[in-house]
């Protein structure tokens, strides 16, 4: 696994962040030693999906801005089935470059496309691993719609994020302690504050009852949210 050092050297102008070659060759270790939780949400994204799928009549899932893989790798390890069908989309060739080279499997057919343009088929599970904080806020309430239309009705969707909180105290706490795990997680203070400034008008973070909101006016039923460690999040959300 490629160390992640994307922004280790002082860098003259810093530029938004993209997921570019760079950061894809780096993604694996990038995600891991950023993301409290990862390691726990991955897996449990698995069999998570593969229970949806046994009261499904449609065996298929999107793994939206799937990256390398891992998710869609979950599911395929934890469904044990033959008959499962993961559409696994992103909209960056370098990610999906990689993520062909990693997973070969007739189970998954790897999509190059927009998530806020794609066009949804009928589907037991649709996976949004920490991917909704990058599409544009106008378009967020719009998507789930299409994947409400689409989704079995006892599918499921799982939405992991970054969260913002409203009330100021927990939101410095958390943001100090998830910098408190990047540090200990090796990255420098330049590191830190470079990809923070890089990240700034690119992933547009969202508090949990903008997300609960937004999921109950696309239509669904039921959220849950089942997982949290600072402010990383994950969701259960139901028809
Ligand atoms: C943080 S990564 C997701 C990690 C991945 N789901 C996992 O479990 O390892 C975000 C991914 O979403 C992709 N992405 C961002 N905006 C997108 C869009 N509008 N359409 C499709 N993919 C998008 C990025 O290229 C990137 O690979």
């Given at each position: 696994?490629?160390?992640?050092?994307?922004?280790?050297?002082?860098?003259?102008?810093?530029?938004?962040?993209?997921?570019?070659?760079?950061?894809?060759?780096?993604?694996t270790d990038?995600?891991?030693?950023?993301?409290?939780?990862?390691e726990?949400?991955?897996?449990?994204?698995?069999?998570?999906?593969?229970?949806?799928?046994?009261?499904?009549?449609?065996?298929?899932?999107?793994?939206?801005?799937?990256?390398?893989?891992?998710?869609?790798?979950?599911?395929?390890?934890?469904?044990?089935?033959?008959?499962?069908?993961?559409?696994?989309?992103?909209?960056?060739?370098?990610?999906?470059?990689?993520?062909?080279?990693?997973?070969?499997?007739?189970?998954?057919?790897?999509?190059e496309?927009?998530?806020?343009?794609?066009?949804?088929?009928?589907?037991?599970?649709?996976?949004?691993n920490?991917v909704?904080?990058?599409?544009?806020?106008?378009?967020?309430?719009?998507?789930?719609?299409?994947?409400?239309?689409?989704?079995?009705?006892?599918?499921?969707?799982?939405?992991?994020?970054?969260?913002?909180?409203t009330?100021?105290d927990?939101?410095?706490?958390?943001?100090?302690?998830?910098?408190?795990?990047?540090?200990?997680?090796?990255?420098?203070?330049?590191?830190?504050?470079?990809?923070?400034?890089?990240?700034?008008?690119?992933?547009?973070?969202?508090?949990?009852?903008?997300h609960?909101?937004?999921?109950?006016?696309?239509?669904?039923?039921?959220?849950?949210?089942?997982?949290?460690?600072?402010?990383?999040?994950?969701?259960?959300?139901?028809?």
């Amino acid at each position: 696994m490629k160390r992640d050092e994307v922004f280790r050297d002082p860098q003259q102008q810093i530029v938004d962040f993209v997921f570019d070659e760079t950061v894809a060759a780096a993604f694996t270790d990038m995600i891991r030693r950023s993301v409290p939780g990862y390691e726990v949400v991955v897996p449990m994204t698995g069999l998570l999906a593969a229970r949806a799928l046994r009261h499904c009549a449609s065996q298929a899932v999107y793994d939206l801005g799937c990256s390398l893989g891992a998710t869609t790798l979950a599911v395929l390890r934890a469904s044990g089935d033959d008959s499962v069908q993961i559409n696994a989309v992103d909209n960056s060739p370098a990610m999906l470059e990689r993520a062909t080279e990693l997973i070969s499997d007739d189970r998954v057919n790897f999509v190059e496309a927009d998530i806020a343009t794609l066009e949804f088929e009928p589907c037991a599970v649709v996976l949004m691993n920490w991917v909704a904080q990058f599409l544009s806020p106008a378009t967020r309430l719009e998507v789930l719609q299409r994947i409400r239309q689409q989704l079995d009705p006892n599918g499921l969707l799982i939405v992991s994020e970054k969260i913002r909180f409203t009330n100021p105290d927990e939101q410095t706490y958390c943001e100090q302690a998830h910098l408190d795990f990047k540090r200990a997680n090796g990255y420098s203070e330049l590191e830190i504050s470079q990809k923070r400034v890089a990240l700034e008008n690119v992933m547009i973070i969202d508090s949990e009852a903008e997300h609960t909101e937004r999921f109950h006016a696309a239509g669904f039923g039921s959220v849950q949210k089942w997982f949290q460690c600072l402010n990383w999040a994950s969701f259960l959300v139901r028809p």
